[in-house]
């Protein structure tokens, strides 16, 4: 039972090439979120999704895609990188047992853009 | 506009104290208020939460106290350890599955 997995863990890219980052959870859940992390910002949400085929915008959603085409799988694309988007991007699916809900996370993609 | 604000950015704490953080919210529609640990080069894990129809609730050394009129809570670690010392958020939530908003995080370190 691995969680969370991102792939992949660095990356460095030249501003305007692009990039998908995968994110794949094998605890079944139906949510799965994508944040952002920048210095003194806290977590910023990107888009999530409620289930498969679905992909709803967050915070901030600008100059980021997502595709949900398997339960297991959430997708963040960038189309043409900008160096504003250097930051470490977090994957997250979600349960609710009981009174709680759960957001388990993966360890992190940390990405620059030159 | 920030929906959810924490403080202090960081503090130190000696071994044995008690750290303390802060956070206050402005939707009162929020139901739902967890913090969260993330240590260096990892991903946030769930810690703690608390939904608004206690004041309190205590898991070993960590409490929420929770302040439904003054729109606050708060993160009270007891004997801080050092393996304490990490980045801690609280978050909140409108509903079950709804998204969390986060606030910006406390950085502690508990200090010999």
């Known amino acids: 039972n691995a969680g969370v997995t991102q792939t992949p863990k660095f990356r460095v890219l030249k501003t305007g090439q692009s990039m998908t980052l995968l994110c794949a959870q094998d605890?079944?859940?139906?949510?799965m979120y994508w944040y952002r992390q920048d210095p003194g910002m806290g977590l910023r949400l990107i888009h999530y999704?409620?289930?498969?085929?679905?992909?709803a915008k967050g915070e901030v959603p600008d100059g980021y895609n997502v595709s949900r085409l398997k339960k297991q799988n959430f997708l963040l694309g960038l189309e043409s990188a900008a160096p504003s988007q250097t930051s470490v991007y977090f994957c997250?699916?979600?349960?609710?047992?009981?009174?709680?809900?759960?957001?388990?996370f993966g360890a992190g993609t940390r990405l620059s853009v030159l | 506009q920030q929906q959810v604000k924490q403080s202090p950015q960081s503090l130190i704490v000696q071994k044995g104290g008690i750290s303390i953080i802060n956070c206050a919210y402005e939707?009162?529609?929020?139901?739902?208020f967890p913090w969260y640990q993330q240590f260096p080069g990892k991903g946030p894990a769930l810690l703690i939460a608390?939904?608004?129809?206690?004041s309190e609730k205590k898991e070993g050394r960590f409490t929420i106290s929770f302040n439904k009129s003054a729109k606050q809570f708060s993160l009270h670690i007891m004997d801080s350890q050092p393996g304490d010392s990490a980045t801690y958020f609280c978050?909140?939530?409108?509903?079950?599955?709804?998204?969390?908003?986060f606030g910006k995080g406390t950085r502690l370190s508990v200090i010999a």
């Open positions: 997250a699916s979600s349960y609710s047992p009981g009174g709680l809900d759960i957001q388990y």
């Open positions: 999704s409620v289930g498969e085929g679905t992909t």
């Open positions: 608390i939904r608004p129809d206690v």
């Open positions: 939707n009162t529609a929020f139901d739902y």
């Open positions: 605890m079944n859940h139906e949510y």
């Open positions: 978050a909140a939530s409108i509903r079950r599955n709804t998204p969390l908003v």
